[in-house]
């Protein structure tokens, strides 16, 4: 296993133990640094063991931060004029 690899699945760990517990902020100062760790990591992960993994820690940073993921998906359609669909 890859060094990535281990760092990542640590990631994912250490994400959801901050999870469990209470904060202030609602976790968003916590949020801010995963995704600061996580970005870099993210594409070690998709370099050195390839882009199905990488997609596969993609989709678990998301789902461990799906605030974050829904607000800049909010923006997103927002710079698009909400176009009715």
Request: aromatic residues 12%; positive net charge.
């Amino acid at each position: 296993m890859s060094l990535p690899l281990i760092a990542g699945f640590l990631w994912l760990i250490a994400a959801n133990v901050i999870a469990m517990f209470p904060s202030r902020d609602h976790h968003w100062r916590n949020a801010y640094t995963l995704i600061a760790l996580g970005v870099p990591l993210l594409g070690a992960i998709t370099l050195t063991t390839g882009p199905i993994l990488g997609l596969l820690f993609l989709a678990g940073g998301a789902s461990v931060l799906r605030w974050p993921v829904w607000f800049l998906w909010k923006w997103v359609r927002a710079l698009g004029g909400n176009r009715p669909s």
